[in-house]
């Protein structure tokens, strides 16, 4: 489903008049917006296929409708979301969840709603039903030589259908570990898992990355083999100059500075990603910004902080990507309002007076930092976001066009009320 030019002109227009106020008004206040919004253009976050159905918890799913049947359908979801915001120009697939069965035709579709292929994800945390050996104690770590095997064969698969649809990263992101003490060795899992992505990373195409992901608990509670960043950078560090830690803000435990971490892995040139999403207790993978968006602030804070000082570009240098799930909301809203969340952090982080941060940094003056960063914080750059959106031709309001439109009551009918997407 798409909408037509006019109908996203017909919605901007209703809306011109208010926005260009704003915007003026900002344009006033601020010196560099022109800047801020060529640098907002150009950000992409890639949407991953398993969030465009429901998401279930283990007490339960409550499938919402109109959820894609196929990966051709999420494809077609995505295009919609880019088109609405004109930020969420690529997906990243997860195997086997969305296999592109027929690489060309999917690679084609793609390109018609104009998405690129981000990270390929693999899953050795679940038993397909085809599967021989089982995942239950483990899949790199495993003290069976065999289920280490067919780990690492699953990874090879996975990087061979990245390669056919475009991609050029992998992140592995393990569910190893443990429930209880004593039912793992720590430095055996450890090394099996490191002799596991050896061999992962020995057939990485040489212009791709490879993205360990640390998860501190869930599913296993007693200890997880990539359980945190320092395990993650080991990991990478030891695997060579393709391999980068990611992180997923959901994956740590409870009030971690996560924004000093990425500033020390940038500083590294270790960090490879991001999975955005927010939580108020754990891997909650609820919509980004949604509990603790000044955390969200203060990360894209030291991103951009980090990235200038190694040049790096801030569109293209790290992988962008959304992993959230959604029990209680329509997935095509919850995107839009994640993807919103980002840009608008961003575009704050922007904002920051860096030469003065420094210097007050330097002089101790701890009010002053304060007042820098919470100035930028406290600025609503909504019109900044609408503004690159509206240059780029998307929607000035894209829930409002998605609502107003009857996107979803489309959907239902094009593919029934009790569809289920593929994902956890
Ligand atoms: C994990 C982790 C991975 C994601 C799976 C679905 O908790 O966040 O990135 O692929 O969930
Ligand atoms: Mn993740
Ligand atoms: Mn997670």
Not at 20 to 36: G, I, Y
Not at 190 to 203: G, I, K
Not at 358 to 376: F, G, H, M, P, Y
Not at 413 to 419: D, I, L
């Amino acid at each position: 489903m798409r909408l037509t030019r006019e109908q996203i002109g017909e919605h901007n227009d209703s809306l011109r008049k208010f926005h260009l106020q704003k915007l003026d008004a900002l344009n006033e206040m601020l010196s560099n917006t022109p800047a801020v919004i060529d640098q907002l253009k150009a950000f992409q976050v890639a949407i991953p296929s398993w969030a465009l159905g429901t998401g279930g918890t283990r007490f339960g799913r409550f499938p919402g409708g109109g959820e894609p049947r196929s990966l051709e359908e999420k494809i077609e979801d995505v295009g919609l979301l880019h088109q609405l915001n004109r930020s969420s120009g690529a997906i990243s697939l997860h195997i086997p969840w969305d296999i592109p069965r027929n690489a060309k035709a999917i690679r084609d579709l793609a390109a018609q709603h104009e998405l690129k292929f981000d990270a390929m994800n693999s899953n050795a945390f679940q038993d397909q039903a085809n599967q021989t050996l089982s995942y239950k104690f483990g899949s790199m770590q495993n003290v069976n030589k065999a289920i280490r095997q067919q780990a690492i064969d699953h990874n090879l698969e996975v990087i061979q259908y990245g390669k056919d649809l475009g991609s050029t990263s992998l992140t592995v992101w393990l569910s190893d570990g443990s429930c209880f003490p004593g039912q793992l060795n720590f430095r055996r899992s450890f090394q099996n898992t490191l002799e596991s992505l050896q061999l992962v990373y020995a057939a990485l195409p040489s212009d791709w990355k490879m993205f360990v992901e640390y998860k501190a608990f869930e599913p296993n509670f007693y200890s997880m083999t990539v359980g945190d960043w320092g395990q993650s950078l080991l990991y990478a560090q030891k695997l060579g100059p393709q391999a980068f830690t990611l992180v997923d803000l959901g994956h740590h435990l409870p009030n971690a500075n996560i924004e000093q971490i990425v500033s020390l892995l940038l500083m590294e040139s270790k960090l490879g990603g991001f999975h955005f999403n927010d939580s108020k207790y754990g891997d909650d993978d609820l919509t980004v910004g949604s509990i603790r968006p000044y955390q969200l602030f203060l990360i894209f804070n030291e991103l951009i902080d980090g990235m200038n000082e190694k040049g790096m570009n801030h569109a293209s240098d790290l992988g962008w990507m959304i992993d959230a799930s959604h029990n209680v909301k329509d997935p095509l809203e919850d995107l839009i309002q994640s993807v919103e969340a980002i840009m608008i952090a961003y575009a704050q982080a922007l904002l920051v007076d860096r030469d003065a941060l420094k210097s007050a940094q330097q002089e101790n003056d701890v009010t002053r930092c304060q007042e820098i960063l919470q100035n930028a914080f406290r600025t609503d750059v909504r019109p900044l976001v609408a503004e690159a959106r509206l240059t780029l031709g998307g929607a000035l309001e894209p829930i409002r066009i998605f609502r107003d439109r009857k996107v979803r009551e489309a959907l239902v009918s094009a593919r029934g009320s009790n569809t289920v997407a593929t994902g956890l």
